[in-house]
């Protein structure tokens, strides 16, 4: 029976684990504290020069299909399957895998234990980044200054670096680059900003963004003013607030700014809907005013404790109306061409959207619509006023349609034959 001898790399990976085996079972009480740190910094180097070799062997795989040996559908899927890694992190180490196949001085630098896996893919992450027509020459030296970088710089610090690597070792090259990996980055951040929220059903709304980072930098410097201590302290003491004994987390203190600064926002500068400023609008009743237990509704159909409308009602971002205790806004109509300000809000609360039978278009989305024609000597008159929306106030103006007004103050719309 003839046998194959055993490759010298999975020969050196089990007397490994055989060494691996004699040090697991042995006490370390008698380690000094040199020896602990130094066996600590020569296991992370040990680390590193085992990384590379997987990052070989990741390498080698692909060129031998491992990954057909179970129909996997990637070499990364296979390797999480069989090591019972997540996908992630095996996605993750196939990429390194090829950054260093890419980038043979950051591979021998890792196999040295120069470096350690987290800046080795760093580096190579930066490397690629830079222009594909670059000289072979300058490619090398930004190789090389990265690795030697490495040496007093952790992995958070090499980005950065590795962004700016052109203006240490090519200034002519690197500024031209910069400007135009800049406006290439900050047209594709414009076009995709977002902005999601939703609501948990419990009192809370939760929700991420993502934004230019001078847009996103602005809101950080923002929020930082809201949660410095001095203005917490001040903003405490204006309210006879207790003093914390314990300093809150930074990301509870930035969401409490958060809060502080929608609040704060001055309506008088915020754009308009629906000739309305973008304000949240709290109707209570008088009793809750007061200090009664009612809750108060919102105009975007929200509900919150009567305590907190209380609370709201003074602040810039809030227009609180109060209902008589017929359940009815003031009518504040002028004999002005246009709806004020106060009579859209109460339109608002009155209609809760546009009047056309079957539309549900909110209040901040309407128009506000004179039932008698201004043209025609009418009012401009809460009681003969009422809100539609873009496409249903246009349709009342066509004269393709007439229109009747039900007891419930909605619009029904019938084409004309």
């Given at each position: 029976m003839s046998t194959t001898a055993a490759h010298p790399v999975g020969s050196a990976v089990a007397r490994a684990h055989a060494l691996l085996d004699e040090?697991?079972?042995?006490?370390?009480?008698?380690?000094?504290?040199?020896?602990?740190?130094?066996?600590?910094?020569?296991?992370?180097?040990?680390?590193?020069?085992?990384?590379?070799?997987?990052?070989?062997l990741l390498?080698?795989?692909?060129?031998?299909?491992v990954h057909e040996r179970n129909a996997s559908a990637s070499l990364a899927v296979w390797h999480s399957n069989v090591t019972r890694t997540t996908k992630r992190e095996s996605f993750r180490q196939v990429r390194l895998a090829e950054g260093l196949a890419r980038h043979v001085l950051v591979r021998e630098a890792l196999g040295s234990g120069d470096?350690?896996?987290?800046?080795?893919?760093?580096?190579?992450?930066?490397?690629?980044?830079?222009?594909?027509?670059?000289?072979?020459?300058?490619?090398?030296?930004?190789?090389t200054a990265l690795v030697e970088f490495a040496r007093v710089h952790d992995a958070k610090a090499l980005r950065v670096l590795g962004r700016r690597i052109l203006d240490v070792v090519a200034p002519e090259v690197g500024e031209a680059w910069e400007?135009?990996?800049?406006?290439?980055?900050?047209?594709?951040?414009?076009?995709?900003?977002?902005?999601?929220?939703?609501?948990?059903?419990?009192?809370?709304?939760?929700?991420?963004?993502?934004?230019?980072?001078?847009?996103?930098?602005?809101?950080?410097?923002?929020?930082?003013?809201?949660?410095?201590?001095k203005h917490q302290i001040a903003n405490r003491a204006s309210t006879d607030e207790v003093s914390e004994p314990v300093r809150r987390p930074t990301a509870r203190r930035l969401g409490d700014a958060f809060v502080e600064l929608i609040e704060r926002l001055d309506p008088k500068r915020l754009p308009r809907?629906?000739?309305?400023?973008?304000?949240?609008?709290?109707?209570?009743?008088?009793?809750?005013?007061?200090?009664g237990l009612a809750a108060a509704a919102l105009d975007t159909g929200g509900r919150i404790s009567a305590g907190a409308a209380r609370r709201l009602a003074c602040e810039a971002g809030i227009v609180p109306v109060v209902l008589d205790g017929e359940s009815k806004p003031l009518d504040v109509g002028r004999a002005?061409?246009?709806?004020?300000?106060?009579?859209?809000?109460?339109?608002?609360?009155?209609?809760?959207?546009?009047?056309?039978?079957?539309?549900?278009?909110?209040?901040?989305?309407?128009?506000?619509?004179?039932?008698?024609?201004?043209?025609?000597?009418?009012?401009?008159?809460?009681a003969r006023g009422?809100?539609?929306?873009?496409?249903?106030?246009?349709?009342?103006?066509?004269?393709?349609?007439e229109t009747s007004i039900g007891a419930d103050n909605q619009v029904t719309f019938h084409h004309r034959t």
């Amino acid at each position: 029976m003839s046998t194959t001898a055993a490759h010298p790399v999975g020969s050196a990976v089990a007397r490994a684990h055989a060494l691996l085996d004699e040090a697991a079972g042995v006490q370390l009480w008698s380690m000094s504290q040199s020896e602990t740190a130094q066996a600590l910094v020569e296991a992370s180097r040990l680390q590193a020069r085992l990384a590379a070799v997987q990052s070989r062997l990741l390498e080698h795989a692909e060129t031998v299909a491992v990954h057909e040996r179970n129909a996997s559908a990637s070499l990364a899927v296979w390797h999480s399957n069989v090591t019972r890694t997540t996908k992630r992190e095996s996605f993750r180490q196939v990429r390194l895998a090829e950054g260093l196949a890419r980038h043979v001085l950051v591979r021998e630098a890792l196999g040295s234990g120069d470096l350690i896996a987290e800046q080795a893919s760093v580096i190579c992450t930066s490397l690629d980044a830079l222009p594909d027509d670059l000289e072979a020459s300058i490619l090398e030296q930004a190789t090389t200054a990265l690795v030697e970088f490495a040496r007093v710089h952790d992995a958070k610090a090499l980005r950065v670096l590795g962004r700016r690597i052109l203006d240490v070792v090519a200034p002519e090259v690197g500024e031209a680059w910069e400007a135009e990996l800049l406006d290439r980055e900050e047209r594709e951040a414009e076009k995709s900003s977002v902005f999601r929220m939703r609501e948990d059903g419990h009192g809370r709304i939760k929700g991420s963004f993502t934004v230019p980072t001078l847009v996103g930098q602005m809101l950080e410097k923002a929020l930082m003013a809201f949660a410095a201590p001095k203005h917490q302290i001040a903003n405490r003491a204006s309210t006879d607030e207790v003093s914390e004994p314990v300093r809150r987390p930074t990301a509870r203190r930035l969401g409490d700014a958060f809060v502080e600064l929608i609040e704060r926002l001055d309506p008088k500068r915020l754009p308009r809907a629906g000739g309305v400023n973008a304000t949240v609008v709290v109707t209570m009743t008088l009793a809750s005013l007061q200090g009664g237990l009612a809750a108060a509704a919102l105009d975007t159909g929200g509900r919150i404790s009567a305590g907190a409308a209380r609370r709201l009602a003074c602040e810039a971002g809030i227009v609180p109306v109060v209902l008589d205790g017929e359940s009815k806004p003031l009518d504040v109509g002028r004999a002005k061409r246009f709806f004020t300000k106060t009579q859209r809000i109460a339109m608002g609360i009155r209609d809760g959207g546009c009047t056309a039978r079957g539309c549900d278009a909110p209040p901040a989305m309407c128009h506000a619509h004179h039932d008698d024609p201004w043209a025609h000597h009418g009012l401009t008159d809460l009681a003969r006023g009422r809100l539609l929306c873009p496409y249903h106030h246009r349709r009342i103006h066509d004269p393709d349609y007439e229109t009747s007004i039900g007891a419930d103050n909605q619009v029904t719309f019938h084409h004309r034959t």
